[in-house]
């Protein structure tokens, strides 16, 4: 089955700086990656996706990249703002024979961005 | 438009009991997930549902079930509960597009 690796598993940020989360994934047949964040006791919120026929994607602040041949996806933060703290979650979804599909999930990043 | 709803919020059962979450997803959508985060796994997914119909399934035991309804609400079954299924489950619902998601935010339970 699918196996995404997310990194770091923590990341202190000041305020106005970049952050990048990376996740690698393992089932060449993945071809949808979502990004989720989770505020502390909320619920997982999409923020940004990409399918596996762009290599970029942008949303004012936020961007994802995406590596089809290395098989990592990265999420990019600019001008971090302190309501950016949160755990971000990537995701990789591949499509099975059949049209099923299992999404697998990162462990998260912690996000800290220090005023 | 109203986002997906999970009821109850908090839920407190015994070994051995089973339990029923319910789920409300989005109106229009048609396809409900389901989803166990723990600390220790964190997000797993257990099981899919699009037109009343088991679309996907994950890898838990049997004691985990669900069903959908007509009106696309789901349910979410545990049996014979146990310690480690102490989690926060988390439905998220979607579009006929399959990949979009949208999560309600969960009910916690704890099994003692």
């Known amino acids: 089955g699918e196996n995404v690796e997310q990194h770091p598993s923590t990341l202190s940020v000041q305020e106005g700086d970049s952050a990048v989360i990376k996740c690698t994934y393992s089932d060449s047949a993945s071809n949808y990656f979502p990004w989720y964040k989770q505020e502390l006791g909320k619920r997982p919120q999409l923020i940004i996706d990409?399918?596996?026929?762009?290599g970029e994607k942008k949303d004012q602040r936020i961007a994802v990249t995406l590596n089809k041949t290395a098989k990592h996806f990265s999420l990019h933060i600019t001008e971090t703002q302190p309501e950016d703290s949160a755990v971000y979650f990537c995701a990789a979804r591949p499509l099975l024979t059949g049209g099923s599909y299992i999404p697998t999930f990162g462990r998260g990043t912690s996000l800290i961005v220090h005023p | 438009k109203a986002g997906v709803t999970q009821t109850p919020r908090y839920l407190i059962k015994t070994r051995g009991q089973q339990v029923t979450l319910s789920c409300s997803p989005i109106s229009g959508h048609r396809s409900v997930s389901w989803y166990q985060q723990t600390p220790g796994q964190g997000l797993q997914f257990l099981f899919e549902?699009?037109?009343?119909?088991?679309?996907n399934k994950g890898n838990f035991p049997g004691r985990f079930s669900g069903r959908q309804f007509s009106n696309s609400r789901s349910e979410m079954n545990v049996s014979t509960l146990e310690l480690g299924d102490s989690a926060l489950y988390l439905c998220?619902?979607?579009?006929?597009?399959?990949?979009?998601?949208?999560f309600g935010p969960g009910t916690r339970l704890t099994v003692t």
């Open positions: 990409i399918r596996s026929n762009v």
């Open positions: 998220a619902s979607g579009p006929d597009d399959p990949y979009e998601q949208y």
């Open positions: 549902y699009f037109s009343e119909t088991q679309r």
